[in-house]
């Protein structure tokens, strides 16, 4: 294991278990679309790149604030509300969404 995998940002919290920006990581889902009779989310299908990125992001803010909410200010979002997604104020590199 590399040394940047057990290095950490947040005392005792591995840096794989958090994304950019500190905030946990979105849902992955691989092919085929529909297994088990779980299906893949429509916008991640539609080929629109803009709305998977936004989609992702989202999803980042959710489980955040969810499972760990005392990251929430690190990822944009303040007082548990995600930023708006054209507010980059945060620094986070995500003006154009």
Known sequence: MADAEIAT???G??????????LLDYPHYTRPAE????????VL??????EIRRWRREQQLRKTLANRPDLAG???AEQGRPQAAGDDSAGNGLRDL
Request: avoid cysteine; proline fraction near 7%; charge should be negative.
């Open 35 to 42: 297994f088990s009779g779980l299906r893949a989310p429509e």
């Open 9 to 11: 940002d947040v005392e």
């Open 13 to 22: 919290v591995p840096r794989s278990q958090h994304g950019a920006g500190g």
């Open 45 to 50: 299908l539609n080929g629109d790149h803009l």
């Open 74 to 76: 690190r990822g944009g």
